[in-house]
């Protein structure tokens, strides 16, 4: 068996008159997150750890902020792609470890809900997706609440021909 390893980041700015949608479920609060598609901040690092992983490039390659079909998109449809893609090199997901880092609002309640809509989206076990929360102690743009930031880190498995 193929193992390889991927590493991804995103980073969104908060904003009001925005839904936040993270780890593909709609939070409720003031602010959310800017972007050309739903800005989800934390599919969009998994994707890119997915992608790096298998050396396809990144998501903004595969799904421009220039496109008119990536307007608005639901970021759980780039997920779907992402998966399907690197499925052409054979691969899929073993697992996922990610961590959000946003001062408000709190994460830790919704994470059950995010890796159960992730795992359905991908087609594998909740248990292979593990997501965590942190805060940057009220320093910089998270802690100023400016911006959310994701971190991915995937492994992804080739079964030999």
Not at 19 to 38: A, F, P, V, Y
């Amino acid at each position: 068996m193929s193992l390889r390893v991927g590493f991804g980041f995103d980073v969104h700015q908060l904003v009001k008159g925005r839904d936040l949608w993270i780890g593909g479920i709609k939070i409720d609060h003031e602010k959310g997150l800017l972007g050309h598609s739903d800005a989800d901040v934390l599919i969009h690092a998994i994707c890119d750890a997915l992608l790096g992983a298998a050396n396809m490039r990144d998501i903004g390659y595969h799904f421009p902020d220039t496109a008119d079909e990536t307007l608005d998109i639901d970021s759980k449809l780039i997920l779907g792609k992402t998966v399907a893609l690197i499925a052409t090199k054979g691969y899929h997901v073993g697992n996922i470890d990610a961590t959000i880092c946003a001062e408000r609002p709190k994460m830790n309640p919704h994470i059950p809900a995010m890796q159960k809509c992730l795992a359905e989206v991908i087609g594998t076990d909740p248990d292979n997706i593990s997501i965590k929360a942190t805060t940057t102690e009220k320093l910089g743009f998270t802690g100023r609440e400016e911006g959310i930031s994701a971190y991915a880190t995937v492994l992804i498995e080739k079964k030999p021909e």
